[in-house]
């Protein structure tokens, strides 16, 4: 059975990929001012979009960090 949006409509996050967050983070604030809002190490050394979806996927408190800046963002263009 395929999940559709309709299957969660309360979660906001719901079909957007981390990848996605991720990079929408980076384009908007760039890697300095995204480690200046989570001081998260793989934002500071080195940063790449691979090694930080890394990190995240295996960090559940560092996801919660990135995924609730994505949807503040979110929310104030709303």
């Not at 981390?18 to 934002?43: A, S, T």
């Amino acid at each position: 059975m395929e999940n559709t949006k309709q299957d969660q409509p309360n979660n906001p996050l719901h079909g957007v990929k981390l990848y996605d967050i991720v990079e929408y983070l980076v384009d908007y604030y760039g890697w300095e001012q995204l480690y200046n809002r989570i001081q998260i190490n793989c934002f500071y050394n080195n940063p790449s979009v691979k090694s930080s979806l890394k990190f995240l996927r295996r960090t559940p408190w560092a996801r919660e960090k990135v995924e609730q800046l994505y949807l503040e963002k979110r929310s104030k263009q709303s």
